[in-house]
């Protein structure tokens, strides 16, 4: 009698194994996580700006889910819109830290920032993207004259994480 306990309960975890869990109302949550969790894709931003006037719109190079060529239209201090040929992602980005250095015989300044960046919404191809990762900038100049700009300037952003389109 035990054994054919044993066998039936055998035959039921088999059963409840091979049939689709879709047909037993159950993991539905779970797949739609692990759907979720497969959407999210490895993205890389790279900003690059040699201009020093406010006016200035970087440039940006997206890797990953977006893959383009862009332009960085500066929203806040710390909110920036990329804006791609097939559309554009809005950033939000936190420092977390930053180190500076100036030498004043050669007029070179060195700037070293990183945070975290979250993109929030987009527009076009990136209608409802959402992501977030961490960034790390660099700033380098050389000018001695305050109301001059400088003879040479150069930001350097990079931005690795996530995103989900």
Do not use: W
């Amino acid at each position: 009698m035990r054994r054919l306990s044993l066998a039936a309960l055998a035959v039921a975890l088999v059963g409840a194994f091979l049939v689709p869990h879709s047909a037993l109302g159950i993991g539905h949550d779970a797949r739609a996580a692990q759907h979720q969790a497969r959407a999210a894709q490895p993205q890389r931003f790279i900003g690059l700006q040699t201009n020093p006037s406010d006016k200035a719109s970087p440039i940006v190079l997206g890797f990953g889910a977006i893959h383009a060529r862009g332009k960085d239209r500066v929203i806040s201090n710390h909110k920036d819109r990329f804006v791609f040929p097939k559309g554009s992602v809005v950033v939000v980005h936190q420092r977390a830290g930053h180190h500076a250095t100036h030498d004043a015989k050669t007029c070179y300044f060195t700037e070293h920032e990183f945070g975290t960046f979250k993109v929030t919404s987009g527009t076009g191809a990136y209608a409802g993207a959402t992501g977030s990762g961490k960034y790390r900038a660099q700033f380098v100049a050389v000018g001695c004259h305050q109301n001059k700009p400088p003879s040479l300037f150069m930001l350097t952003i990079k931005a690795a994480g996530s995103i989900t389109l």
